[in-house]
């Protein structure tokens, strides 16, 4: 049983494409988190929600606490975006479920 | 900008042999976590740790893991007797005080565990 699942799991675009990577989950949360890693395996965190929206720079994360569902929004894509993209999310008894990761590739 | 440092890299062992996997978090932090991700799969949490106590752990933290600050810097994870299916890339992250567990996180660049 997966507390956080991801769609898509792969994603291949053009440069320049706005992206989009859906979280859905299926626990009570206090908060859910965006990672990046990247090829070489380091983890980047991104964003932290608990409710609404958040931007930065080019990515945008929203979520909905009443359809336990959060989106990672990316605009302009650019190859340098290529990464995993990994949904977390911190349940109400403080712990972390992990997705499975979006595997993001952005062709120039 | 602080980071979260991690060593070794890389860590070779001898199944049945004891591993410390070492950590240091940005300083000011006090919210330290250990995860790990085998190779293909996705990231597990094993253990949050604040105030010098475990906080939370999951099941795949068993008595043959345990995490230690030994003296104020590091943060370690110790596993006693490693098996095969230890093998895997760790990673710690830290995190500020905050009222709640959702802080942004910081994580390390990991050490690949691989035991043979």
């Known amino acids: 049983k997966n507390e956080v699942e991801q769609s898509p799991q792969n994603l291949t675009a053009q440069e320049g494409e706005f992206i989009t990577i859906n979280c859905s989950y299926s626990v009570g949360i206090s908060a859910l988190h965006w990672l990046q890693q990247h090829p070489g395996g380091g983890i980047v965190s991104l964003f932290m929600l608990s409710s609404g929206k958040k931007k930065h720079g080019r990515l945008i994360a929203t979520i909905n606490i009443q359809e336990k569902h959060s989106s990672l929004h990316i605009t302009a894509s650019h190859p340098r975006d290529s990464a995993v993209y990994i949904c977390a999310v911190l349940n109400t008894g403080n712990q972390f479920y992990f997705g499975t990761g979006t595997s993001l590739t952005v062709i120039p | 900008e602080p980071e979260v440092t991690q060593t070794p890299s890389h860590q070779v062992t001898q199944m049945g042999q004891e591993v410390i996997l070492r950590c240091v978090p940005i300083s000011n932090h006090l919210y330290f976590y250990w995860y790990r991700q085998i190779l293909g799969q996705k990231v597990e949490f094993l253990v949050s740790f604040y105030n010098n106590e475990i906080s939370e752990k999951s099941e795949i933290f068993d008595d043959q893991f345990s995490v230690e600050r030994p003296d104020g810097s590091n943060f370690t994870l110790k596993i006693r007797s490693t098996k095969l299916e230890d093998s895997a890339m760790y990673f710690c992250?830290?995190?500020?005080?905050?009222?709640?567990?959702?802080?942004?996180?910081?994580f390390g660049s990991g050490t690949q565990l691989s035991v043979l």
């Open positions: 992250a830290s995190s500020l005080q905050g009222e709640s567990w959702s802080e942004k996180l910081f």
